[in-house]
């Protein structure tokens, strides 16, 4: 017989409810299922995710993971009540990662901590992680709900996200023989992205806006709606390009640290990168931003993407066949600059001109 203790504690007296967690997986079943694709059948609620490599036709792959988050982003999505497109944010900074190494985004994984479990809430969440698995075309085979009071307050909440992604071996990029003379071509962003949200957090509270005023920058938006323009994903376009035959010799994501901090990455010791910043059409929200906050060019480039959020390198006398690979795919690509000797000053990325803020 069981028994029972009219003062005893429980785990949901003690704030976590088993209950709003299973519901909250019924609810999210039919999302995870709209993100199938060759090698995962998308369903959950076993102990671990299945993926098949050669259902998905790769015969010599090498494995790319990525990881990350979406920052104080996420801050803007809980003080708006606006959770939709946070999630699509989540994926696209993994899976741009994941494209830059010439890799293909296969499968996702979630992780979404909060102080107390609302279902609608989550729900919302995951419409957008799985919306943003469509767009980069990889299954979202598994995630961790964990509701955890004490640690978060109320209802705030966090995100982290895992993708793997595969290549076959001998394609990984960046490509040998990158040099003085390559060109740099820029792909534009969608604006913020998710970096640099403390920082916009902190212009947003010196103009005395509130989350549901109209954006300065967007007009007929609120700014809490404005700033949560979601991250651009760039997998499927770059993807259908390369297949197409542009020949691109290095991705680059341009996340925290602007052009300064992420180019380098995939350039060879003794090179750099020389940009016109004058070819970028810079969202207006960067100009607000860089105005509000009086922020300094160089603080704007090393913190925001400023308009470009993925560049591409490739040869000179393949630039023009690039770039018409690139717009059959859909993207406006622009040629952003090239490839030069590193400077004798310790710079790697310079300027031939300034931003032309809106």
């Given at each position: 017989m069981t028994q029972t203790k009219a003062d005893g504690l429980t785990y949901a007296a003690a704030g976590v409810d088993i209950d709003a967690g299973n519901?909250?997986?019924?609810?999210?079943?039919?999302?995870?299922?709209?993100?199938?694709?060759?090698?995962?059948?998308?369903?959950?609620?076993?102990?671990?995710?299945?993926f098949d490599l050669?259902?998905?036709?790769?015969?010599?792959?090498?494995?790319?993971?990525?990881?990350?988050?979406?920052?104080?982003?996420?801050?803007?999505?809980?003080?708006?009540?606006?959770?939709?497109?946070?999630?699509i944010d989540l994926v696209a900074m993994c899976v741009n990662d994941i494209i830059v190494q010439g890799a293909e985004p296969l499968f996702f994984l979630d992780y979404f901590a909060t102080g107390r479990l609302e279902p609608g809430t989550g729900a919302q969440i995951v419409?957008?992680?799985?919306?943003?698995?469509r767009q980069a075309g990889c299954a979202l085979i598994g995630g961790e709900t964990a509701e955890m009071p004490g640690l978060y307050g109320g209802a705030d909440y966090?995100?982290?996200?895992?993708?793997?992604?595969?290549?076959?071996?001998?394609?990984?990029?960046?490509?040998?023989?990158?040099?003085?003379?390559?060109?740099?071509?820029?792909?534009?962003?969608?604006?913020?992205?998710?970096?640099?949200?403390?920082?916009?957090?902190?212009?947003?509270?010196?103009?005395g806006l509130g989350w549901s005023d109209e954006a300065p920058f967007a007009p007929g938006?609120?700014?809490?709606?404005?700033?949560l323009?979601?991250?651009?994903?760039?997998?499927?376009?770059?993807?259908?390009?390369?297949?197409?035959?542009?020949r691109i010799k290095a991705l680059a994501h341009i996340t925290g640290g602007g052009f300064p901090d992420n180019i380098p990455r995939v350039l060879p010791d003794g090179t750099g990168a020389r940009l016109d910043l004058g070819a970028i059409a810079v969202p207006?929200?960067?100009?607000?931003?860089?105005r509000t906050g009086d922020?300094?060019?160089?603080?704007?480039?090393?913190?925001?993407?400023?308009?470009?959020?993925?560049?591409?390198v490739v040869a000179a006398a393949e630039a023009e066949e690039a770039l018409g690979h690139l717009r059959a795919a859909g993207e406006a690509p622009v040629m952003l600059g090239a490839i030069v000797p590193a400077s004798s000053e310790g710079e790697r990325v310079s300027y031939s001109s300034a931003l032309a803020l809106p």
């Open positions: 519901a909250m997986v019924d609810a999210i079943k039919p999302l995870v299922r709209s993100t199938r694709r060759p090698g995962a059948d998308a369903e959950i609620g076993g102990f671990g995710g299945l050669k259902a998905a036709g790769f015969s010599d792959p090498i494995l790319v993971a990525a990881n990350d988050g979406v920052g104080t982003k996420v801050k803007i999505a809980i003080e708006t009540g606006r959770h939709d497109t946070i999630g419409k957008g992680i799985a919306e943003g698995c966090d995100l982290a996200g895992f993708a793997v992604g595969a290549a076959e071996r001998g394609t990984l990029l960046p490509l040998p023989g990158i040099g003085p003379g390559d060109v740099i071509l820029g792909l534009p962003s969608s604006g913020v992205h998710s970096n640099g949200f403390s920082l916009v957090r902190r212009v947003v509270e010196r103009s938006r609120t700014l809490g709606e404005a700033l323009e979601p991250t651009r994903i760039y997998v499927k376009a770059l993807l259908a390009a390369m297949k197409a035959g542009a207006p929200v960067f100009g607000w931003l860089a922020i300094a060019e160089r603080e704007m480039l090393r913190t925001f993407n400023c308009g470009i959020g993925m560049i591409a």
